[in-house]
């Protein structure tokens, strides 16, 4: 009786109801792993699609491109309005930024330093402010820092534009045509926007 018992649990070669299941579970985890790495593929190996996670219009750090730079009108430090294109013509440095960040801050002399070189042969840097509780702390550190260039109040609506700004600073190279040529996200070399500016002046 118990020999009879014994062959109906083991059917298939000997293995038991629990042996079976664990194949069974094991099949189906295998089943699911295969579909993930099928459908996964681009992000495991390596590859990504044309836009990846980003926004459209982001352009990815130092990456040329052809990418009209959304336009925008913001308001001054100084009771302005700042239209973008209105710049258009001249090489412009957008810089995100704001009082509180400190890689922001030593970057600023630097920008200063480049206005006053290329400035009157039409180059422009922009300074988007994204201060926000500390916005009454915006004009006097432009007026502590000597800032040459035009500050704009951002607000998210531009820096969703402009992918999202994940990050400050965050910097577009714009060529004379409006077009954004160069993207970087941190603190960069004075001479990584200059060399810029030369081939674009």
């Known amino acids: 009786m118990n020999q009879k018992k014994n062959n109906q649990d083991k059917p298939f070669g000997g293995l038991t109801k629990k042996h079976r299941s664990w194949i069974y579970t094991g099949f189906f985890i295998g089943v699911i792993v295969l579909l993930f790495i099928f459908n996964n593929t681009d992000y495991?190996?390596?590859?990504?699609?044309?836009?990846?996670?980003?926004?459209?219009?982001?352009?990815?750090?130092?990456?040329?491109?052809?990418?009209?730079?959304?336009?925008?009108?913001?308001?001054?430090?100084?009771?302005k309005n700042l239209k973008l294109s209105d710049l258009k013509g001249k090489v412009v440095i957008i810089d995100f930024w704001a009082t509180w960040?400190?890689?922001?801050?030593?970057?600023?002399?630097?920008?200063?330093?480049?206005k006053k070189k290329?400035?009157?042969?039409?180059?422009?840097?922009?300074?988007?402010?994204?201060?926000?509780?500390?916005?009454?702390?915006?004009?006097?550190?432009?007026?502590?820092?000597?800032?040459?260039?035009?500050?704009?109040y951002g607000n998210s609506i531009v820096a969703q534009?402009?992918?999202?700004?994940?990050?400050?600073?965050?910097?577009?190279?714009?060529?004379?045509?409006?077009?954004?040529?160069?993207?970087?996200?941190?603190l960069m070399p004075k001479s990584t926007y200059e060399n810029h500016i030369k081939k674009l002046l």
């Open 118 to 152: 290329y400035g009157s042969k039409g180059f422009e840097i922009v300074g988007v402010s994204l201060d926000t509780d500390t916005k009454n702390e915006v004009v006097p550190f432009i007026k502590d820092q000597g800032m040459n260039y035009p500050v704009v």
């Open 44 to 79: 495991l190996f390596g590859r990504s699609e044309e836009n990846g996670p980003y926004p459209p219009n982001y352009v990815p750090a130092a990456q040329k491109g052809s990418t009209l730079a959304p336009d925008f009108t913001l308001p001054t430090s100084d009771g």
């Open 101 to 114: 960040c400190g890689p922001c801050r030593r970057g600023i002399p630097d920008l200063i330093d480049l």
């Open 161 to 186: 534009a402009y992918g999202g700004v994940r990050a400050i600073p965050t910097s577009f190279v714009i060529d004379k045509q409006g077009k954004i040529v160069a993207s970087y996200e941190g």
